[in-house]
């Protein structure tokens, strides 16, 4: 006759494996494609004046950007947020159509 204590004892909590969860491969072709511009924003870590160096990257490097929706696990490119103002579309595919207050306001 079969126990069923012990055999209840057997089962695993989960049957799941990390890539359920996350296609790694995917992350690692998807970072490859924007590691230039991870990287630039990386300098704003430790900055004393991080308004200002995000405006000079962004300025500079406008295809920055497009790393901030990943960085923040959004899919979209364009972000509609509503403040005390109105209502403001955040774009970080287009930066000449929107005002880089916004960014450094929402991010």
């Known amino acids: 006759m079969r126990n069923f204590n012990t055999w209840l004892e057997t089962f695993s909590d989960c049957i799941y494996t990390y890539d359920f969860f996350t296609d790694f491969k995917k992350v690692y072709e998807n970072i490859n494609n924007i590691k230039v511009e991870l990287n ?11 308004e200002q160096d995000f405006t000079n990257i962004v300025n500079k490097y406008p295809e920055t950007l497009k790393c ?8 979209q490119q364009e972000i509609i947020v509503n403040d005390t ?5 955040i774009n970080f595919k287009k930066f000449k159509n929107t005002d880089i207050k916004l960014y450094i306001k929402w991010v």
């Open 85 to 89: 103002i109105g209502k403001h579309i």
């Open 40 to 50: 630039i924003l990386n300098s704003l870590i430790g900055s004393q004046s991080i």
């Open 68 to 75: 901030i929706p990943i960085l923040l696990a959004i899919r």
